[in-house]
C-alpha cells in the first residue's frame, strides 16, 4: 500500500512540475531568461512560418491570426488599465510565442525595446500576460507544436 501511495505521489508530482506549460518570460529577468533558454524549445516547436511547413494559403491566416493575436493582447493592456510609465507613443516589443498543436500559448518570450521602461514595468506586462495566457491563443492548427517570432508595436494610452 506504502508502494502504491509512494508511486502516485510521484506521479502527481511529475506531472504537476511536467505541466508548467504556461511561461511567459522577458529577457531582462536575467535568471528566468537563462532558464527559458535552457529548456531549448526550438528544438521541439517548429517555425511556424518556414516555407517547408506552411503553405502559401496558410501564410495569410497566419499573419490573419497573428494580427488577431496581437489585437487581443492590446485589448488586454486596454482593460486591465496597463501603464508603462512613459510617454512614447508606440511601445515596441520583440515576441517568440510557442504554441501547441491546436493554437493555445504555451509560452513567451518578451523583449520590450523602449528603453526608458522600467524593468519594474516591464515585470507587471509579464505578470499581466502570465495571468491571462489561457485566453491567449492563434486560430492555427499544425500536427506539431510550432512557434513564431516578430515585432509589435502597441499603441500606448498614456
Avoid at 501564410?59 to 486591465?80: D, G, P, R
Wanted: net charge positive; glycine share 4%.
Amino acid at each position: 500500500m506504502k508502494r502504491v501511495v509512494f508511486l502516485l505521489s510521484g506521479i502527481v508530482l511529475f506531472i504537476a512540475c511536467g505541466n508548467d506549460l504556461n511561461r511567459v518570460v522577458g529577457v531582462h529577468d536575467k535568471i528566468n531568461f537563462e532558464k527559458f533558454k535552457n529548456q531549448e524549445l526550438d528544438k521541439s516547436y517548429k517555425n511556424l512560418l518556414n516555407p517547408n511547413n506552411t503553405t502559401e494559403e496558410e501564410y495569410i491566416a497566419v499573419i490573419n491570426s497573428w494580427k488577431e493575436y496581437h489585437t487581443k493582447v492590446s485589448s488586454i493592456l486596454q482593460e486591465n488599465n496597463f501603464s508603462w510609465g512613459i510617454k512614447d507613443s508606440l511601445i515596441t516589443i520583440f515576441n517568440k510565442i510557442y504554441f501547441n498543436k491546436k493554437g493555445k500559448v504555451n509560452h513567451i518570450l518578451v523583449n520590450v525595446k523602449n528603453e526608458k521602461i522600467s524593468d519594474e514595468t516591464k515585470s507587471a506586462y509579464i505578470t499581466l500576460l502570465s495571468n491571462h495566457i489561457n485566453e491567449l491563443s492563434i486560430n492555427i492548427k499544425r500536427a506539431n507544436h510550432f512557434a513564431q517570432c516578430g515585432k509589435i508595436k502597441y499603441k500606448n494610452y498614456e
